[in-house]
């Protein structure tokens, strides 16, 4: 059954309707279609791409860090595009040593969380052939940092971390290992300075 009224106010003691006239849809339909196309042409805007373009944004958001043709800016492509890395000590509290390779160790004694070293985006995490569990996080185009032998991995592949935010656990008296890496080689010239990490290229 065709509804012929539409509703348009309803209160406690009155209901407001309008009675709907018959349209012809066989002239309603093509004027439609011509205002349509009249005003995509009159504003200059091709609502087929910009109609594609939205759907893509909003069902598709791959990062530019696994796709550098997606021509969308999100979140991590920002972390990606920093310049300059300010790595911080993963541990708080741990004694280090800085080995020749440039590995540095850290001996989990007061504090058992282990943090990213700056902001950037989780590449890699599991456990190795080995048996020991990592994490591997890309700070920008060139810098990334490996942590080695932790307890709890509180992070997945593909999310953002901030300088600084729990990324793991360990163990207390377990030995963590950092390693740096820059444009896939292992940084073996570090020292520490008031909880930064240093290199010169």
Same mark, same amino acid.
């Given at each position: 059954?065709?509804?012929?009224?539409?509703?348009?106010?309803?209160?406690?003691?009155?209901?407001?309707?309008?009675?709907?006239?018959?349209?012809?849809?066989?002239?309603?339909?093509?004027?439609?279609?011509?205002?349509?196309?009249?005003?995509?042409?009159?504003?200059?805007?091709?609502?087929?791409?910009?109609?594609?373009?939205?759907?893509?944004?909003?069902?598709?958001?791959?990062?530019?860090?696994?796709?550098?043709?997606?021509?969308?800016?999100?979140?991590?492509?920002?972390?990606?595009?920093?310049?300059?890395? *300010?790595?911080?000590?993963?541990? %708080?509290?741990?004694?280090? $040593? /800085? +080995?020749?390779?440039?590995?540095? #160790?850290? !001996?989990?004694?007061?504090?058992?969380?282990?943090?990213?070293?700056?902001?950037?985006?989780?590449?890699?995490?599991?456990?190795?052939?080995?048996?020991?569990?990592?994490?591997?996080?890309?700070? *920008?185009?060139?810098?990334?940092? %490996?942590?080695?032998?932790? $307890? /709890? +991995?509180?992070?997945?592949?593909? #999310?953002? !971390?901030?300088?600084?935010?729990?990324?793991?656990?360990?163990?207390?008296?377990?030995?963590?290992?950092?390693?740096?890496?820059?444009?896939?080689?292992?940084?073996?010239?570090?020292?520490?300075?008031?909880?930064?990490?240093?290199?010169?290229?």
């Amino acid at each position: 059954m065709k509804k012929n009224v539409m509703i348009l106010s309803i209160t406690k003691n009155e209901i407001t309707i309008l009675k709907k006239k018959k349209r012809s849809t066989r002239v309603f339909l093509p004027a439609i279609f011509i205002s349509f196309f009249v005003l995509c042409f009159a504003t200059n805007i091709n609502f087929l791409a910009e109609f594609k373009e939205n759907i893509l944004r909003v069902y598709s958001p791959v990062s530019s860090l696994y796709n550098d043709n997606s021509g969308v800016v999100f979140t991590n492509g920002g972390v990606l595009e920093k310049d300059t890395v *300010n790595l911080i000590l993963p541990i %708080k509290g741990a004694a280090y $040593e /800085i +080995l020749e390779d440039g590995t540095v #160790e850290f !001996v989990v004694q007061k504090s058992i969380m282990v943090s990213s070293c700056d902001s950037g985006v989780v590449i890699d995490a599991g456990v190795s052939l080995d048996g020991v569990k990592f994490v591997t996080i890309k700070h *920008n185009a060139s810098v990334t940092t %490996k942590i080695e032998n932790i $307890e /709890i +991995l509180g992070v997945e592949v593909g #999310e953002t !971390v901030k300088s600084g935010q729990d990324i793991a656990t360990a163990k207390v008296d377990r030995i963590v290992r950092l390693r740096i890496f820059q444009n896939d080689v292992q940084v073996s010239n570090l020292k520490i300075s008031k909880s930064k990490i240093l290199w010169e290229n």
